[in-house]
């Protein structure tokens, strides 16, 4: 038996004239899926061991909760270790996502909600919930957990628990808001440092549920942090990395979606953010366009003076967003060519922000954001050494590979290879995954070359990924945003597919909606299955600073 299509597709098979599979740009195509397929699929295989043979077993028996180094909080485990484990199961093994994981949601939510739906840690020396837990820290973890942690999650599951328990958090953190402002009461805290990172935090999940929702009571917040930050004089954050980067992102994105819904307070916001981000190119970048770690490049804390930020690609987000805004590709040029700079060999030899762990996994993962809509060949060479370098090292035997630990650095570190693996996949995942198994896909033109193979004989689905921006979260347009996995090749529901197996020379149609539930396939061990999807209709364009042709990786 060979490994086709065929073998599924039962009598909607057409038998068609093979085309010619060694026709330069498909050859070409599939070179390219073939060498993501072996980068995707030691990478997902990895994940797929920590998940089961490291993480899961740090659910403690008793509470259901996930205890990553003895701890159950909101600052750190509930929102930087809590979601990427997701992401794996997400990725590699849906039954952990629906059993296990989902059960940690539902155990943090019946025992730790302390002020309505606002949580506290969890005391395992006491076995409840901390009693005693200032205001402060009380909105900064549960701001962290709503952003980091739930935010991610709702990008892959939608309007699923976890985005009940999001809009529930958000609810109270509003309802008890203490911060005194000019145009209202604000959740925020009152730490120097941390009223700016949870502002942007909430802005970001302030959009969301409003696009979510259409509750007008979300978005009226996410425009009194906007009144907040762009009504003052000149303001401009003074840290550029970790803290700073999330209200950076958090106005870009909220003038984007004011473009749409509120043209008004769009013209209104938009002269001060523009101005805002003028000044970070001018006064906080190097002459590269990498950025500093605060604006002038002056030192801050645990940072020596002119160092870089590893969240440079998190703020040029917020950059991608006023062009779409706008319609000009005002600052597209600028990035382009920041990303072209990552050829030079200082940032092959030292990273951009750091060398190494967290600061690789963050940097990567802000650049692959932008990747994403502007695809320079430079950046994506640098994305791939930086995460096989640093985080995922193929050169080791899968089963001699040092998996991550539990921390918050370690999970982000699974986060941004999970992020780099569905890059090589096109967002394509095969169901079940299986760690012999290798998955790749490439565009070509409007569709997609996609090869699979396995070691062992392999029954399975081939899922495609769907425009999660509009069906999951209600954006009309892909606005460029943190804390998602990023789009690459979509399938809209009711449009048809062609799906020709190249080897076969045989072909079927089906609708998105059918390939998002899943194209059923089997392999014979160690052939190749060679597909290539088109389809049957006009591709949807997006306006400028979208992303044009997302390809070239």
Request: overall charge positive.
């Amino acid at each position: 038996m060979r490994a086709t299509l065929g073998i599924v597709l039962g009598c909607f098979v057409l038998a068609l004239p093979a085309r010619a599979a060694d026709a330069p740009g498909e050859a070409a195509c599939f070179e390219r899926a073939t060498r993501s397929s072996a980068i995707a699929g030691y990478s997902l295989s990895k994940v797929q061991r920590w998940l089961r043979e490291v993480a899961l077993k740090q659910i403690d028996r008793e509470t259901g909760l996930y205890v990553a180094r003895g701890q159950w909080n909101y600052h750190n485990t509930a929102a930087d270790c809590y979601p990427f484990l997701c992401w794996a199961a997400y990725a590699t093994d849906q039954e952990a996502l629906r059993g296990p994981l989902r059960d940690v949601l539902h155990a943090e939510t019946r025992l730790c909600n302390h002020l309505d739906r606002i949580p506290a840690p969890y005391d395992f020396e006491k076995k409840r919930k901390v009693d005693e837990y200032p205001m402060d820290r009380l909105v900064f973890g549960a701001s962290e957990y709503v952003k980091d942690g739930l935010i991610a999650i709702v990008e892959v599951t939608g309007k699923d628990e976890w985005f009940e328990r999001m809009k529930g958090i958000e609810e109270d953190l509003w309802k008890h808001a203490q911060i005194e402002t000019p145009y209202g009461k604000i959740p925020s805290s009152s730490q120097p440092v941390r009223d700016v990172e949870i502002d942007g935090e909430q802005l970001q999940a302030l959009v969301r549920l409003h696009a979510m929702t259409g509750d007008a009571r979300f978005l009226r917040w996410a425009q009194r942090l906007g009144d907040y930050y762009l009504k003052r004089d000149g303001f401009v954050p003074p840290h550029l990395r970790d803290h700073g980067c999330e209200i950076v992102g958090g106005l870009g994105l909220l003038v984007a979606i004011e473009s749409e819904i509120d043209p008004r307070k769009a013209q209104e916001h938009l002269p001060p953010l523009r101005k805002m981000l003028d000044a970070i190119l001018a006064r906080g970048c190097n002459p590269d366009g990498f950025m500093y770690n605060a604006i002038g490049g002056q030192q801050t804390s645990g940072f020596k003076q002119g160092t870089l930020s590893d969240g440079w690609g998190y703020n040029y987000v917020a950059y991608l967003c006023c062009d779409m805004a706008v319609r000009k590709p005002h600052y597209r040029a600028r990035i382009e060519r920041t990303l072209r700079n990552l050829a030079k060999p200082v940032y092959r030899e030292t990273g951009v922000g750091g060398k190494g762990g967290d600061s690789s996994a963050d940097s990567a993962e802000g650049a692959m954001y932008l990747l994403n809509r502007c695809p320079v060949p430079e950046g994506f060479a640098w994305v791939d050494r930086e995460v096989d370098t640093y985080l995922v090292r193929r050169a080791v035997p899968l089963e001699k590979a040092r998996l991550w630990g539990v921390n918050k650095w370690e999970c982000n570190c699974v986060r941004t290879v999970i992020m780099h693996a569905l890059m090589h996949t096109r967002g394509l995942r095969a169901v079940p995954w299986r760690s012999d198994l290798k998955l790749g896909a490439a565009e070509r033109g409007g569709g997609l070359a996609v090869v699979v193979r396995a070691d062992r004989p392999w029954k399975g689905r081939l899922v495609f990924d769907v425009p999660r921006h509009r069906l999951f979260l209600g954006f009309r347009r892909d606005w460029p945003r943190m804390n998602t996995l990023p789009e690459w090749f979509t399938v809209e529901p009711d449009r048809s597919y062609e799906i020709r197996d190249v080897r076969a020379g045989r072909s079927d149609t089906r609708t998105g909606r059918q390939l998002h539930e899943g194209l059923q396939v089997e392999l014979e061990a160690k052939t190749p299955l060679r597909l290539v999807v088109e389809s049957k209709g006009q591709p949807e364009t997006d306006a400028v600073g979208a992303g044009s042709p997302r390809s070239g990786s």
